[in-house]
């Protein structure tokens, strides 16, 4: 399928209901099928609350942005700067924390279209690079990082519930025109 324009748009603190059932939707989607019934539920009323959203949507280091098709919301982006990223806290790097596409939106390169807008504000913020974590037995969502070039570099836990998983770390680098470039003298 040809990749459909979408308008990348800032989601506001007004936008905190539609953002929390957004969230929490695609969530459910992608995993309740994969995790215990009672973990997805211990875990959605820590992380979906609408006081837990407008806390995120509050943080000026954190953005959301939603991806517009046609006057509706096709899905979501969430990045962190400093020392709103979950571990790392780099200055110089920028987290995608969510990237989710709702089911009905999938083909139409909307997650591709995030990614080249993470990357172009990494860019014009001067950061080194992005990254991100993806649960380990997420592997169209492996496959797809990779086929962007993020690469594998570390790992950490994940709590779903009272199931401890693993989210593999990936990161790639900016390449930037803007950043000075080292020369080798002979």
């Known amino acids: 399928m040809a990749t459909e324009t979408v308008t990348i748009q800032k989601v506001t603190l007004a936008d905190a209901d539609v953002l929390l059932a957004l969230s929490k939707k695609t969530f459910f989607?992608?995993?309740?099928?994969?995790?215990?019934?009672?973990?997805?539920?211990?875990?959605?009323?820590?992380?979906f609350t609408p006081q837990k959203i407008q806390s995120e949507l509050s943080n000026p280091?954190?953005?959301?942005?939603?991806?517009?098709?046609?006057?509706?919301?096709?899905g979501y982006l969430k990045l962190n700067y400093?020392?709103?990223?979950?571990?790392l806290q780099d200055p110089e790097a920028v987290e995608?924390?969510?990237?989710?596409?709702?089911?009905?939106?999938?083909?139409?390169?909307?997650?591709?279209?995030?990614?080249?807008?993470?990357l172009k504000e990494a860019t014009t913020k001067n950061l080194q690079y992005v990254w991100l974590g993806v649960w380990e037995h997420n592997k169209k969502a492996l496959a797809f990082?990779?086929?962007?070039?993020?690469?594998?570099?570390?790992?950490?836990?994940?709590?779903?519930?009272?199931?401890?998983?693993?989210?593999?770390?990936?990161?790639?680098?900016?390449?930037?025109?803007?950043k000075p470039k080292a020369f080798l003298l002979y």
């Open 61 to 74: 280091n954190s953005h959301f942005f939603f991806a517009m098709l046609d006057d509706e919301i096709a």
């Open 29 to 47: 989607h992608f995993f309740a099928h994969l995790n215990k019934p009672e973990d997805m539920e211990a875990y959605a009323a820590v992380a």
């Open 82 to 87: 400093g020392a709103a990223q979950t571990e």
């Open 145 to 178: 990082y990779k086929k962007h070039g993020f690469e594998l570099f570390s790992s950490h836990e994940f709590v779903l519930g009272s199931d401890k998983q693993t989210d593999l770390l990936m990161k790639k680098a900016i390449l930037s025109s803007s």
């Open 96 to 118: 995608i924390e969510r990237i989710y596409v709702l089911a009905e939106h999938h083909g139409k390169k909307i997650g591709h279209q995030f990614i080249d807008f993470t």
